[in-house]
């Protein structure tokens, strides 16, 4: 089940814009509909509806929500491998893998480099097999 856009949907187009895998489609001025084949369930667009026409996959509406307030991904370096499973799995490409320290190094943890690019769609989150990511909102 993916997100669904309701018939509150004005076409504004800010969701098919933004979505991070083009999985929402539609003309201006008419409701968009979202591939459920291709939506990865981020909620980036709901985030930014201005009408609050955005479902989740249990059927909750999704309030707008200024970019401020999103959640980030806080890494836990004590406890990230660095495996990378995360990093592969963001769509806004904003989480690396850190460089090591020292020559010989094998102590690398992911990282967010890109804090301002992060959709805060918790993906990263719910890959992670160890459990080694938190969330933070700027307020």
Same mark, same amino acid.
């Given at each position: 089940?993916? /997100?669904?856009?309701?018939?509150?949907?004005?076409?504004? /187009?800010?969701?098919?814009?933004?979505?991070?895998?083009?999985?929402?489609?539609?003309?201006?001025?008419?409701?968009?509909?979202?591939?459920?084949?291709?939506?990865? *369930?981020?909620?980036?667009?709901?985030?930014?509806?201005?009408?609050?026409?955005?479902? *989740?996959?249990?059927? /909750?509406?999704?309030?707008?929500?200024?970019?401020?307030?999103?959640?980030?991904?806080?890494?836990?370096?004590?406890?990230?491998?660095?495996?990378?499973?995360?990093?592969?799995?963001?769509?806004? *490409?904003?989480?690396?893998?850190?460089?090591?320290?020292?020559?010989?190094?094998?102590?690398?943890?992911?990282?967010?480099?890109?804090?301002?690019?992060?959709?805060?769609? /918790?993906?990263?989150?719910?890959?992670?097999?160890? *459990?080694?990511?938190?969330?933070?909102?700027?307020?």
């Amino acid at each position: 089940m993916s /997100h669904v856009i309701t018939d509150a949907c004005i076409g504004c /187009h800010i969701c098919a814009k933004n979505c991070p895998v083009s999985a929402i489609t539609g003309s201006i001025k008419e409701i968009h509909v979202i591939d459920s084949e291709l939506c990865i *369930d981020c909620g980036l667009c709901g985030r930014l509806c201005p009408k609050s026409a955005i479902t *989740d996959p249990d059927g /909750h509406t999704i309030t707008r929500l200024p970019k401020d307030e999103w959640e980030k991904p806080v890494i836990d370096g004590s406890l990230c491998a660095g495996c990378s499973v995360c990093v592969e799995n963001c769509p806004a *490409d904003c989480l690396v893998i850190s460089a090591p320290a020292f020559h010989g190094d094998i102590r690398t943890i992911a990282e967010l480099v890109r804090p301002d690019d992060c959709i805060g769609c /918790h993906i990263c989150g719910r890959v992670c097999p160890i *459990d080694a990511i938190r969330y933070k909102s700027n307020k």
